[in-house]
């Protein structure tokens, strides 16, 4: 039975290179983490930072997006669908460069974003992406689904204290603690196996498969890691995306990311791309 697939936003490629972060964005939210993790662990999004993006999520604008959201194929009235922000933002995290790269005390992701999920009145969920951008958060994504939070409980009943995690360039999920990585989907299932693999093991693995593509390589000066512009969606994201790193001007009525695969639609909340993603879980088709 076919349930969503996660697509990433900010990071995937369409074809296996590593993509620059969002530089601006990733300090400020590392900037707002918690205080006590360890060098090696990745930092955990802080009290203040989950209030935020709360907020943000459940502004009166983003309601009335979202409610236009859930209507765009007719599934529910527009003014029936009354949605609603259900539970805490979760943080997000992705493969980190540095660990990529076999820094020494690197943690295996980096935190990206806050995640929050929305959900209608005829039950269809959506998840949407808060950043720092400034001296408040906004939403700068709407994707389908609740990838986000579905991953982090996941994680946490596989492996708990663990943390959860995107390899965005196969599309993969896993929770990692200590000396273990385990796999969440069908994507990490495929890469390192049912039963996981060794914090070691998934460094040479990933280091292998991305190594010669990370930021300063040959692959990066050519031009080929910022991935490929295959729409002029992609063409607007990716030139919007440039402009949070380099801190150019402002970015409203812009877009933060898209997908490389998938529908897109903006739907006039300043900012904010949406955009359907599928989700094959563990053990399903």
């Given amino acids: 039975m076919s349930t969503m697939k996660s697509t990433r936003l900010t990071r995937l490629t369409s074809k296996a290179g590593l993509l620059t972060a969002p530089v601006a964005v990733a300090a400020a939210l590392v900037g707002l983490a918690a205080p006590h993790a360890l060098a090696d662990q990745a930092p955990l999004a802080s009290a203040q930072s989950k209030a935020a993006a709360h907020e943000a999520a459940s502004a009166p604008a983003t309601l009335d997006t979202l409610s236009r959201f859930f209507a765009r194929d007719g599934k529910v009235a527009l003014k029936a669908a009354s949605p609603r922000i259900e539970g805490d933002p979760v943080p997000v995290y992705a493969l980190s460069e540095a660990f990529v790269a076999g820094k020494a005390g690197a943690p295996v992701a980096q935190l990206e974003y806050l995640a929050s999920t929305a959900v209608s009145s005829d039950g269809q969920k959506a998840s949407l992406w808060t950043v720092p951008q400034g001296s408040s958060w906004k939403v700068v994504n709407i994707a389908t689904g609740d990838d986000e939070s ?123 791309v949406v955009v359907s993603r599928r989700r094959a879980g563990v053990g399903q088709e």
Avoid: C, M
């Fill in 150 to 272: 579905h991953y982090a409980e996941a994680g946490a009943a596989k492996l708990p204290g663990g943390t959860v995690f995107q390899e965005p360039q196969i599309n993969a999920w896993y929770v990692e603690k200590g000396d273990k990585v385990l796999p969440l989907d069908d994507d990490a299932v495929k890469a390192v196996g049912a039963n996981g693999t060794t914090l070691a093991g998934y460094q040479k693995r990933v280091a292998r498969a991305y190594g010669d593509k990370l930021p300063g390589s040959a692959y990066d000066r050519s031009g080929k890691a910022g991935g490929y512009a295959e729409t002029a969606g992609e063409a607007r994201a990716q030139a919007a995306q440039a402009a949070v790193v380099a801190g150019r001007g402002d970015t409203s009525g812009t877009v933060f990311g898209v997908a490389g695969a998938g529908a897109v639609l903006v739907l006039g909340l300043a900012g904010v």
